[in-house]
């Protein structure tokens, strides 16, 4: 195992899978000569030319339809939009063709793209650099949408997503890129399972599930529950489509109680779905409403301050979190709620 940063793993994997498939091009702004504007692509222009590693207009509509035509050719290509927030500019390319052509041709063409893009607040860049915006794709029947929170879930993720023969967006949070964790040798990392929910810490008397950013602020909230005498139970979704419900039920099961934090605007929210899966799914388990915590419902200001503010915290998330406990009865000092009886998710 090697500690390596969340950005470090990302440009270690593309090169890993360069090497491993003549196939594999890049394609995006300024990821050749200036090395990408997250520095992901570094070195990838000197060691592999300009046949694999693409310098593009500032036109994403431009540059994700080229890289459409070029999968559907038999090329993995794996596209940088710069930010999450510029997707929409290359919207009708990506829903209206890569999440279609499989489909409406029969099966006949497929389309193994990877749609790398950053999205999230907190750095102060401003409302339109800096949204969360994952619901739109995450609705879209014909993609794939992943965010790994940690460097060894990004490794694994890119292998599978660039191995996919599906369109996937893979989805990266700003705040994530300086963040550090063990990764195992980068040619030894096996491959995600696209779909599948991962319990990073078993817990008894509440749920938290977040994803990307959010799954490592669970993480941290975990820890201050622990010291507190409470067993929380976090789920990383890690993908949004095809969402992994058996988990996310199961362990609801087992605790009674379930909060959701997302990066995302809460009404109609990835938390709304999750919340709708618990509702079917474990209803009879419950001992307290589905709390969810997530920004808030305004463009994010640019002020520090106001940012801050705007955006879901460890505290917020630690207060939901204490409120569903005191009516659940299992904060500490309470009188603990009976156990449920355990049933196998359908």
Do not use: C
């Amino acid at each position: 195992m090697a500690t390596m940063t969340y950005r470090q793993a990302l440009r270690d994997t593309l090169r890993a899978e360069m090497l491993r498939d003549d196939d594999v091009f890049l394609i995006g702004e300024e990821i050749g000569l200036f090395e990408g504007s997250y520095k992901i692509t570094e070195g990838l222009l000197d060691e592999f030319g300009e046949r694999r590693v693409r310098d593009t207009p500032i036109a994403e509509e431009g540059f994700v339809g080229t890289a459409i035509g070029a999968a559907m050719l038999g090329l993995r290509p794996v596209v940088e939009i710069m930010t999450i927030n510029f997707s929409l500019l290359a919207l009708d390319q990506i829903v209206n063709h890569a999440a279609k052509i499989y489909g409406m041709f029969g099966g006949q063409s497929s389309v193994p793209l990877v749609i790398r893009t950053p999205g999230g607040g907190g750095q102060q860049l401003g409302a339109t650099h800096s949204q969360n915006v994952e619901l739109f794709y995450s609705f879209i029947p014909g993609l794939k949408v992943v965010a790994p929170s940690t460097p060894a879930e990004a490794s694994a993720m890119l292998k599978a997503a660039i191995r996919d023969d599906d369109p996937v967006l893979f989805l990266e949070n700003l705040s994530l890129y300086n963040t550090k964790g063990e990764v195992p040798a980068i040619e030894e990392v096996e491959p995600a399972e696209i779909g599948r929910a991962a319990v990073t810490r078993p817990g008894g008397d509440v749920t938290i599930i977040g994803y990307s950013r959010m799954a490592r602020v669970a993480a941290e909230v975990a820890e201050t529950l622990a010291a507190e005498g409470v067993s929380a139970e976090v789920v990383d979704l890690r993908s949004l489509r095809p969402l992994d419900r058996r988990t996310i039920v199961e362990s609801v099961r087992r605790t009674g109680s379930a909060v959701v934090a997302e990066d995302d605007w809460l009404t109609y929210g990835i938390g709304a779905e999750i919340a709708a899966t618990i509702q079917e799914g474990a209803f009879d388990w419950l001992d307290a409403p589905v709390r969810r915590v997530a920004m808030a419902e305004v463009p994010l200001p640019y002020a520090k301050s106001l940012e801050s503010a705007a955006l879901p915290s460890a505290d917020s998330l630690l207060a939901a979190v204490r409120d569903t406990l005191r009516a659940t009865g299992r904060a500490p000092g309470t009188t603990p709620a009976p156990p449920r009886p355990l049933e196998p998710a359908s």
